[in-house]
């Protein structure tokens, strides 16, 4: 991707510009935003990371947005979420132009996933099939699980593994059985958000595990993923470790989404 992007100043006269709005002081959110931005400087992508207090008001918010619509300068915006509770977080991700939404999440990216039609893809669940494929899991054919059933994370990778021919279930937390379900998963995806929620036995043997969880233990602080590890790797043919896994990938994902939003603007 360095590479890639080392041919634009000459081609395009610039660097694609990717904008990061940081609000309030949650250490989590700082620190993936600190490592979008590391992302940056790696791949050569210009970074702007805007801070504004937790106290910023709705329509302060929406009025920086659409100031960096207007910005030609500008080819990717990203508002980190969670939001606090007195913005909407679904006004938020509309206000930002389709063309400048790296994340995927726009309304208007979003019906295009499930409409097949060309769009940006969400990082995390790109990241999850390009995972699946630099691991070498055949996906067509397959029977896949996917815990979770939020737009930005599970329902967005079943919608991905249904395209590449998998047969997909989702499933969430008050599943009925839901041990059982995921014992028939060839690929199991978890997205749920709870630490240790996938116990060994709701993993077959030989089964490849994508696990999804940014938790933070409640002890340590350090972050962990949402499945037992140490109980399930044994018996997995593939896993995705917390931190390390998933994560990184999402962030790659960034950095080629704005690429792609860049090229599309430019070219
Ligand atoms: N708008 N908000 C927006 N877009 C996103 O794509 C995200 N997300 C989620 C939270 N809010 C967002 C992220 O960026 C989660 N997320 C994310 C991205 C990267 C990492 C974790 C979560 C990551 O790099 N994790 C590292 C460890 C980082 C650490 O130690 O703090 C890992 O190895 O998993």
């Not at 947005?65 to 991700?93: C, R, Y």
């Not at 249904?162 to 047969?167: H, M, R, S």
């Not at 002890?219 to 044994?234: I, Q, S």
Request: contains cysteine; proline residues 6%.
């Amino acid at each position: 991707m360095a590479g890639q992007v080392a041919t634009f100043p000459e081609k395009y006269g610039r660097v694609p510009h990717l904008v990061v709005i940081l609000v309030g002081e949650d250490p989590a959110s700082q620190s993936y935003v600190k490592g979008k931005g590391k992302a940056c400087e790696v791949v050569g992508i210009k970074n702007t990371t805007i801070l504004r207090p937790a106290t910023i008001t709705e329509e302060e918010l929406l009025g920086l947005i659409a100031e960096l619509n207007a910005d030609d300068s500008v080819d990717g915006i990203l508002v980190q979420l969670p939001l606090p509770k007195h913005i909407s977080e679904d006004k938020v991700i509309a206000a930002i132009s389709k063309e400048k939404d790296v994340d995927g999440f726009h309304p208007l990216n979003v019906a295009a996933l499930w409409q097949k039609q060309p769009c940006t893809v969400a990082c995390t669940p790109k990241g999850i099939i390009k995972l699946l494929k630099e691991a070498g899991v055949e996906i067509s054919g397959k029977r896949a699980v996917v815990i979770g059933r939020s737009n930005i994370v599970g329902l967005p990778v079943a919608k991905l593994l249904l395209d590449e021919n998998a047969t997909v279930t989702i499933c969430h937390s008050r599943t009925k059985d839901l041990a059982a379900v995921c014992r028939e998963a060839e690929i199991l995806v978890v997205a749920i958000g709870r630490a240790k929620f996938v116990t060994e036995d709701m993993v077959a043997p030989g089964a490849v595990v994508i696990d999804v969880g940014v938790n933070r233990d409640a002890e340590t602080g350090k972050l962990v993923g949402d499945v037992d590890y140490a109980a399930v790797e044994p018996k997995a043919s593939v896993i995705t470790p917390v931190p390390g896994g998933v994560g990184p990938m999402t962030i790659c994902c960034l950095m080629e989404n704005t690429i792609e939003c860049f090229l599309k603007r430019n070219a």
